[in-house]
């Protein structure tokens, strides 16, 4: 059966859209050696990304490679270095029938002491249409998941024979779930999102839950999506987010939350965000930010995983621009334990928040054109150190790009734009002091014993260490 919403969810374009992505893949896969730290984007042109930090200590990335047509695996010591590690190919779309043509959105799983990875797959070209997509296992039974031998598991089975995605499997209260979006014959959606307990990888165990079904402005803009969900339990919640609406600049996330202590199989135990929590932005330059996963950095952290376009106007149907690439930031969290994703923090290295140690509560932000010791937007608060003079850094407000925290000469500091000048340079450049675990003060450049200090809701360059030092998160 064919699906006729799926045919209109993706207009097929000529096979040829994947051939000029592989010619394109080639160009853009970054090499070289790891960065110290990270920087977005992670890796370029890998869409879907699913990162997660093993019990081996290894982070393990897969995602849709541009081809559609092979499942990929990265394996690295640090969130870092999977920007230049090896990738490997565990398993290739088949010549012909129903796993020959599109291979979307893999994730790797530990179930029951076996590797499982979830993946959505479609018919080749001719006959049955490319997008009747359905979700499908492959498993692993070695101990390692890069050199081991996998095979088809099957076909996951749900109530409909219909367009099925975007699957990934979290254990709740000791009980193991699958949560993955389909479209349900006799809704007018694109696909939902579904949630039933698992009696083995590709059964389920009950009924399946609709937890949520595209309804807001901003979840059916070019089609009505509710995909990509993924769940974070923190602080006594289950967060669920999701991705939204066409995949160009119009897909973003959403949010669903339950408490921990809930009955989730009940859709009225979630609440959905009434606004996107993820969205695109121009004043950093990523547009379409969405299917997400989560992971933690290497000090334990949260760090919110998606892909993101750094331009926003594309040719023809956004399922063929290859440049959708995987990027990472740090997820904080608001008074009331919800998480904060603020916006995507674009390109370049990571940015900082920076905490006055003398004012608890505070950090250094800009308001307007002006930095202050204050609260505000996340992003307001998001600082990211660039290359400054002689390798010292410089302050780059993340939603301020080519612009700099400067000396203003009389002790004040202003932002300037960076226009490669000596001048701007020589009032720009700061030496990290360290002075403990994410601890640090900040030394002008060339201008002996003057440091950034906080001194109030006043951000300033003054002698001496005193009100210099900052905690950076
Ligand atoms: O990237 C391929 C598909 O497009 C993914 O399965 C879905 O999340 C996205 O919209």
Known sequence: MTDPLSLTRRTFLAASGAAAATAA???????????????????RQRADTQIFRHTDGNYYMTASVPEYDRLVLRRSRTLAGLATARETVLWRHLSSGPLSGFIWAPELHLIDGRWIMYFAAGPSGGGEDVFRIRTYALVCDDADPITGRWSL??????????????STSFVHRGVRYLLWAQREPGIDTNSNLYLAPLKTPITLAAKPARLTVPT??????GYKVAE???????????????SASATDDRYCLGLLTCADDADIMQPSNWTKSPKPVFVS?????VYGPGHNSFTVDEHGRDVLVYHGRDYKAIKGDPLFDPNRDTRIQRIYYNADGTPDFGIPVGNGPLPYRMAPTNRSGAFLRLRGDRFEIGTGSLASTQIRQVAGKGGSIAFEPIERRGERLCHDGAGRVVLARDDGSAGIAARSSFV????????????????????????????????GLQDASFMLS
């Open 228 to 242: 990509g969900p993924t769940v974070l339990p923190r602080n006594g919640q289950l967060f669920l987010s999701y």
């Open 281 to 285: 932005s121009e004043a950093t330059s």
């Open 25 to 43: 893949t080639a160009q853009r896969v970054r090499h070289g050696v790891a960065p110290a730290a990270p920087a977005n984007p992670l890796v």
């Open 153 to 166: 598991l099957g076909q996951l089975t749900t109530p409909w024979d219909s367009f099925t995605l975007d």
């Open 216 to 221: 807001l402005d901003w979840e059916v803009r």
């Open 432 to 463: 990290p002091v360290e002075q403990g675990r994410d601890r640090r003060a900040f030394r002008l450049v060339g201008a002996g014993g003057l440091y950034l200090q906080a001194a109030g809701d006043e951000v300033r360059i003054a002698r």
